[in-house]
């Protein structure tokens, strides 16, 4: 059929169950509340707390921005089907959340590849540190990071949305993935199969290359450090991003790198449900809890907002 004549999309979601949709609402609700209110806490007291000013904390607030991005894609429009009873998502929407969801996603990559080398210099060329990671480049890579993932997914992208399509228009996922998108399309489509599974390998495997080799120089760097104090306090500093990267990519190799298969498409969903919803919501928290300066910072905010809240109006 001409793709003229499609409207929408139905997306089936995870249970036909009324009540277990209502759970899962309220669930996903305050996970996307509590998601957005500590990626902003992290993007805000990184701009205002002069502590904070520094080449990581820029990266980790452009991270935070990123991960609002990610989870404002898929999980409002996962909420509003939850609790209206609907499955539908218009051809534009479900296009359009797809092409942002997978761009968004991508250009992460690239700048936890980023953060990794932030880290590899601070670790390993501490001299070279300052004059290296300045604003300007720190700018150039989060810049660099969005040019890049752009290019890389819109060319592909291109022919991926003109593929014709076949009904039942009903796509097996809660939102519009490119893999259960393009099971739609009434042609062979092994070469574009290829193609995606190839793309996908070289962002997630290739930034994780970056990732690997930072961290191996890193701690080879700290095993030789003389002193227990530097030693704790160096691992102290990178087990945070190491924490995120392991989530990010362990559920991205799952669901883009790994052979896909029909018996999967349960366990595919719940990777998604949470490389969507759970993920950004950790990854504050992360950061947070373990991280004295972020600590200090939080806190020294919420008593500068005590303080101003407590003091009389004239």
Not at 66 to 73: K, M, P, Q, R
Not at 113 to 128: N, T, V
Request: hydrophobic share 50%; with cysteine.
């Amino acid at each position: 059929m001409d793709n003229q004549t499609v409207t929408e999309f139905i997306l089936m979601g995870f249970t036909d169950i009324r009540w277990l949709q209502i759970l899962l609402f309220f669930l996903l609700l305050c996970a996307y509340l509590l998601s957005l209110a500590g990626n902003l806490v992290i993007i805000s007291i990184t701009l205002v707390d002069h502590r904070l000013q520094t080449p990581m904390y820029f990266l980790l607030r452009n991270f935070s921005f990123l991960e609002i991005g990610v989870t404002s894609t898929t999980i409002p429009k996962v909420l509003f089907n939850l609790v209206s009873g609907t499955k539908s998502i218009s051809v534009a929407g479900c296009f359009a959340q797809c092409l942002f969801y997978v761009i968004v996603g991508t250009t992460e990559f690239f700048l936890m590849a980023a953060i990794s080398f932030d880290r590899y210099m601070a670790i390993c060329k501490p001299l070279h540190y300052a004059s290296i990671m300045n604003s300007q480049l720190c700018r150039q890579m989060v810049l660099g990071s969005w040019l890049l993932s752009s290019v890389y997914v819109i060319s592909p992208f291109i022919i991926y949305f003109q593929l014709p399509l076949c009904g039942p228009y009903v796509i097996d996922h809660f939102f519009c993935d490119t893999v259960p998108l393009l099971k739609l399309a009434c042609m062979d489509i092994q070469y574009l199969e290829i193609l995606i599974f190839l793309l996908a390998t070289g962002s997630i495997v290739g930034t994780f290359s970056i990732t690997l080799f930072s961290y191996v120089n890193i701690i080879s760097t700290v095993l030789h450090l003389p002193s227990a104090t530097g030693r704790q306090k160096a691992f102290s500093t990178c087990s945070s991003h190491l924490t995120v990267v392991s989530l990010s990519y362990g559920s991205c190799i799952f669901l883009y790198v790994t052979p896909q298969g029909s018996s999967r498409m349960d366990l595919s969903k719940g990777v998604a449900l949470f490389n969507n919803a759970v993920s950004p919501l950790l990854n504050p928290f992360i950061y947070s809890l373990r991280n004295k300066q972020v600590k200090d910072a939080v806190r020294d905010a919420f008593r500068r907002t005590m303080m101003l809240a407590k003091k009389p109006k004239l």
